[in-house]
């Protein structure tokens, strides 16, 4: 009778077995995290393990935009924060600290994880301490991150977000690059480009009105010097998630067509732009035929060229005129009855441009530039950064000896450096008029810290019909 009663004891204080806790795990490790665009290498094993996961949580003033600060609340220092890469089926041992000089409490949520809050219930932490909690990896896919703590979108808006990849059991097939981006929208105080530390600004997050929209954290992060590099033929993996706190993104590739999407367990394919909402990734796998800048952006295009959402993957090698020719001719197009502007030549027998003042052509041109030339290089000159050259004090500008006629006459397809900044966008050749070259070289060479004298029409005829010999 008393063994029987002992036993029964026994079996009741002793832990019941879950599901989760008779699945075998065939190793533990603590995971490699790494900062955007680098991605993990995968484990490539075949069982699920024990993996541990340490994330700290870091506040600190970081770069937004050129002579532009803001007091970014990180996951692991940057933002977005480390890419974490498990398993499907592994058992994930998490401990997320908050840097003692901290002045916020902070949590994650995990949106991989299958459980109250996505981890946050359980993560909530104060700086100086570190909370610890574990989750099994149930579904395969890519998931975003963020800090769950109230405000939470002030939180995401901040910089506290990122993505967590839970490989399937089979794996992923190989590649040969695969690179992590994050799209997100920023508000400040002061408006897109104003210097200084900016504040975060709650009234133009409610109003879901961003100054910045911008590629991992900052305007250029991807651009220039920043790029991404690979080879043409090679196969590329992009992990891209949308952390918002409010846009949808309509990501795309100017000249790249992906070749799969996949977001969840649906795969389309031959995609030109895909929806990512706030809060939601996708993986994309695509080859690059032929070699050039490829520019990525959120095709709700004044984001890309007005707010930062402007990135670059810079393709390397041989060419196939047979895939892509470039430009092969250019002729001058004028239909019957159309009031085309044609260029002015000396010998086309056609009317000369009227004598203007500096004043006037100062004047025209700046009409000129804001319709045509500001959604690259902005209305106040300071173009994009890593892509479209500022021409505000611009050295390289004022220090040509055809004082920039060139460069309206046949386009800039090769890197500049600027202020000792490197480049790398494409100005394509525009078929402007004598008269129109004038007037915006005339303003842009005399605004925004700039100097010099007056372009004439013939300045430019005369640079036109060298060229032509």
């Known amino acids: 009778m008393i063994i029987i009663f002992m036993t029964a004891i026994m079996s009741c204080s002793r832990p019941q077995k879950t599901k989760s806790d008779e699945t075998a795990l065939a190793g533990e490790y603590t995971a490699t995290l790494t900062d955007a665009p680098h991605v993990p290498i995968s484990g490539r094993y075949n069982a699920p393990e024990k993996v541990i996961v340490k994330l700290e949580v870091i506040e600190k003033v970081m770069r937004l935009a050129d002579g532009v600060d803001y007091n970014f609340w990180t996951f692991g220092g940057k933002s977005p924060g480390k890419f974490i890469r498990i398993r499907q089926g592994d058992l994930v041992e998490f401990y997320l600290s908050n840097n003692p000089n901290n002045k916020m409490p902070h949590n994650i949520d995990l949106h991989a994880v299958t459980g109250p809050g996505g981890g946050a219930e359980a993560s909530m932490t104060a700086p100086g301490h ?166 990525l952006v959120d095709h709700s295009i004044f984001r890309a060229f007005n707010k930062g959402a402007l990135a670059q993957i810079i393709v390397t090698g041989d060419e196939n005129k047979d895939i892509y020719s470039h430009k092969q001719r250019d002729i001058i197009y004028q239909p019957e009855g159309g009031a085309v502007q044609s260029i002015t030549d000396a010998n086309s027998g056609l009317q000369v441009p009227p004598k203007r003042t500096k004043e006037e052509r100062t004047q025209l041109g700046e009409t000129l530039f804001t319709t045509n ?65 004038a007037n915006i070289l005339t303003y842009v060479r005399n605004s925004w810290g700039n100097q010099s004298d007056m372009i004439t029409s013939e300045d430019v005829a005369k640079l036109r019909a060298k060229d032509k010999k």
């Open 373 to 437: 030339c500001s959604a690259c290089h902005m209305k106040d000159g300071q173009g994009v950064p890593g892509a479209f050259p500022p021409l505000a004090k611009s050295d390289f500008l004022m220090a040509r000896s055809d004082k920039g006629i060139g460069i309206l006459l046949h386009g800039l397809q090769n890197p500049v450096t600027v202020k000792g900044k490197t480049f790398n966008g494409v100005m394509p050749q525009l078929g402007l008029t004598d008269d129109v070259i």
């Open 130 to 295: 570190t909370s610890q909690f574990s989750f099994r990896a149930l579904h395969p896919g890519l998931y975003v991150y963020h800090c769950a703590t109230a405000p939470v979108g002030m939180h995401i808006g901040n910089g506290m977000y990122g993505l967590i990849l839970v490989e399937p059991k089979e794996g992923l097939s190989p590649v040969d690059k695969e690179f992590y981006i994050m799209q997100s929208d920023i508000y400040t105080k002061g408006e897109f480009g104003q210097p200084g530390l900016q504040p975060f600004d709650m009234q133009k997050a409610l109003k879901e009105q961003p100054d910045y929209v911008v590629f991992n954290g900052s305007v250029g992060a991807l651009l220039g010097d920043n790029a991404m590099h690979v080879k043409v033929g090679e196969k590329v993996r992009l992990f891209v998630g949308n952390a918002g706190p409010n846009l949808v993104s309509s990501f795309h590739i100017i000249g790249g067509i992906f070749d799969s999407v996949r977001e969840g367990s649906v795969v389309n394919h031959d995609v030109q732009s895909v929806l990512i909402p706030a809060g939601g990734a996708v993986t994309i796998e695509l080859k690059f035929e032929v070699p050039g800048t490829y520019n």
